[in-house]
């Protein structure tokens, strides 16, 4: 298993982070990252999630990893067109 993190509301702090990997962990709860616009790499991949609404405002992300997560919808990220999933 990965690391045990779970609670990522200190992250919102950090506006200028670019790239962001969380992969392996438990985070279910992405709403923190909705004020990290100036990410443009994110991996969620192993994660718990299943809701991407959140990312819905991140316009400058271009590479996203969902694959192993519960995620089946990803129309609320439809309008970001240079955005690459993986799933």
Known sequence: SGPSISDI???A???RLTRLFLRGTSISDIR???RLTRLTWLELNGT???D????AQLTSLTRLDLS???VRDITPLA???NLTITQ
């Open 79 to 81: 309008h970001l067109g």
């Open 68 to 70: 192993g997560t519960s």
């Open 52 to 55: 991407i609404r959140p990312l």
């Open 48 to 50: 718990s999630i299943s």
């Open 9 to 11: 509301r200190p992250l």
């Open 32 to 34: 923190p990252l909705a």
């Open 13 to 15: 702090r950090l506006t």
